[in-house]
């Protein structure tokens, strides 16, 4: 079932075999002008200001600002907050972002170790009652970011892949995930290769990223029918 959204540039599908675990085919995005806008899904199912755990295979190709996983709008206006995001940074930083009130965000990263041209699951966990982001590379748990209040807004807001708007993931996503839980590091570690069921319980949105989406009529098949 294809996603109810758009994709721009010339993002392809990568149909050599991927060595990681479960992975088959992956998106490739070229860092310039590639990106998945996933709409709200059915009745806004991702637009999630609560517990969150987002998930997805990356393998950065550049050292730039790499947008991951994104839900905002275009604009600067509460309607288009910031509800989450997931990205790595110029440093090899794993990062995340939220934004609560009329463009007021609040952004914190970890060192990830993330390295150019390898593989690497990242996941960002957000407990909304502890005010905290915990940060996971390759099973492992790098460390907690603090925030102060949560997220708003973004009424006008949707699902991003590979890009926030501005900037543009360079290199190749497979296996993005959001849950509106708040999953613990155990539950992602023991399940980062297995790809879940339609139905798992706070799965809010699951995409392989194993299709064909050349051009601008391209597209992605959601695990969860959306």
Known sequence: VGIDGTVTGDIFEVRAPVRVGHLGGVLDFDGAADGLDAGRGVADAYAIPGDLTIEAWIKPEGASQNPIVSFQGPGATAADNIL???HVD????LGVAQENGANLPEAGGLPANITVGQWHHVAAIRDISNLTWTLMVDGNVIGEVSFTVAPDGGTLSSLLI???GTNF???EIADVRVWDTARTPDDVRQNLGVQPAADATGLAFSAMLDDDTSGPAGVVSDGRGN
Do not use: K
Not at 90 to 93: D, L, M, N, R
């Open 84 to 86: 989450y995001e997931l």
């Open 162 to 164: 590979g890009t926030d």
């Open 169 to 171: 993931f360079d290199g």
């Open 90 to 93: 110029v440093s090899g930083f």
